[in-house]
């Protein structure tokens, strides 16, 4: 069995991370109905995804330039 990389780690982790974060914003926005904070709730959870990328992104650039 090889031993996975760090960076291939990063990444599975980033995408799961991702995916949980827009599977629970779904959930979270359906079940809220017709409350309002309960919707709110969701969307705010859905801008997680975006921001859990692109620390994924920055974190796997800065250990690309740091192995130059």
Not at 7 to 23: E, M, N, P, R, Y
């Amino acid at each position: 069995m090889t031993p996975m990389s760090p960076d291939l780690i990063l990444k599975g982790t980033a995408l799961f991370a991702a995916f949980a974060s827009f599977v629970l914003s779904v959930t979270i926005y359906f079940r809220a109905g017709d409350d309002i904070l309960g919707r709110l709730n969701g969307i705010y959870v859905g801008i997680w995804v975006p921001s859990i990328l692109a620390l994924a992104a920055v974190i796997l650039i800065k250990s690309a330039k740091s192995e130059k």
